[in-house]
């Protein structure tokens, strides 16, 4: 059974970090690239940061180029995403989610995996105030 269990989320002022993580269990997550992706209240959820499963690829929405870091841990079968400089657009219920498509410019996590669904996590709400 594949669970999905991200943490760290929170209310913090504009200006402030935060780093959320993401547990993937029953998943061979390190075969797989892994993202972050976003959705506030009256909008569509929308693709955050995803990274590949080395490590070696990532991307980054231009909203949080420059503020934002992924991360993965594949031994402890952990994703993260370093925020900084958290801004109130931000503010949002953030999902872990796997496998996801990546290329050089795109991610996305509405696909179809050969193999087995995308795997979702309930998500971590944060909340950024100006």
């Known amino acids: 059974q594949v669970q999905v269990v991200e943490s760290g989320g929170g209310s913090v002022q504009a200006g402030g970090s935060l780093t959320l993580s993401c547990t993937a269990s029953?998943?061979?997550?390190?075969?797989?690239?892994m993202g972050w992706f976003r959705q506030a209240p009256g909008k569509e959820r929308e693709g955050v940061s995803c990274?590949?499963?080395?490590?070696?690829?990532?991307y980054y929405a231009d909203s949080v180029k420059g503020r934002f870091t992924i991360s993965r841990d594949n031994d402890k079968k952990t994703l993260y995403l370093q925020m900084n400089n958290l801004k109130p657009e931000d503010t949002a219920m953030y999902f872990c989610?796997?496998?996801?498509?990546?290329?050089?410019?795109?991610?996305?996590?509405?696909?179809?995996?050969?193999?087995?669904?995308?795997?979702w996590g309930q998500g971590t709400q944060v909340t950024v105030s100006s």
């Open positions: 029953g998943l061979a997550f390190g075969d797989y690239a």
């Open positions: 989610a796997g496998p996801v498509l990546l290329t050089n410019n795109y991610c996305s996590a509405s696909w179809s995996p050969p193999g087995g669904p995308v795997y």
């Open positions: 990274i590949g499963w080395s490590g070696d690829s990532t």
